[in-house]
């Protein structure tokens, strides 16, 4: 049973939700925020095995990204690691030569370790064009959801303001 607070909304929802509302608080560029995601999606995808997380974080310092951004990003990845590495090997297969490929014929003719040494280059190769794929995709996605809610707090303020001087000029 899911521990659930009084709106019905799960623990994980709202741990999203505080890493979302931390990352566009901060006031960082969406740029930046956009930077610190496309990296935590890179790491993410990437085969970091268990660093990733932390990694991303240690990262995001070095080049100057939202930190939380690329905490968020790479967490998101996670539950889809199953699915991109799939991907990952059939990109390799379309890059590499006929010889190279991952293959049912390769793993019944050929050794563990030639097999294992093939099929990891393969996938290798085909996982950092997915990275970099998913990461560019993610910094377009993030970027715009920055802009997006800096333009939406501007104008709440904006709108504000202008109420507080229509009723600071209405009591004069």
Not at 1 to 24: D, E, F, H, P
Request: proline share 3%.
């Amino acid at each position: 049973m899911r521990a659930q607070n009084s709106r019905g909304r799960s623990r994980l929802y709202r741990i999203y939700r505080y890493a979302y509302l931390k990352t566009v608080r901060q006031n960082h560029a969406p740029e930046r925020i956009g930077r610190g995601a496309a990296l935590g999606i890179f790491i993410g995808v990437f085969p970091t095995l268990w660093f990733g997380p932390v990694l991303s974080l240690v990262s995001a310092g070095l080049v100057g990204a939202n930190r939380a951004a690329a905490l968020v990003g790479n967490v998101v990845c996670g539950p889809l690691t199953p699915v991109t590495w799939t991907i990952s090997v059939i990109v390799g297969n379309w890059m590499v030569a006929p010889e190279w490929r991952v293959a049912r014929e390769l793993i019944e003719q050929r050794s563990v370790q030639e097999v294992a040494s093939r099929a990891l280059g393969t996938f290798l190769l085909g996982n950092v064009v997915v990275s970099l794929a998913l990461a560019v995709a993610g910094y377009a996605m993030a970027w715009w959801l920055a802009e997006r809610h800096q333009r939406a707090k501007l104008a709440r303020t904006q709108s504000r303001s202008g109420q507080q001087r229509a009723a600071l000029t209405s009591d004069l």
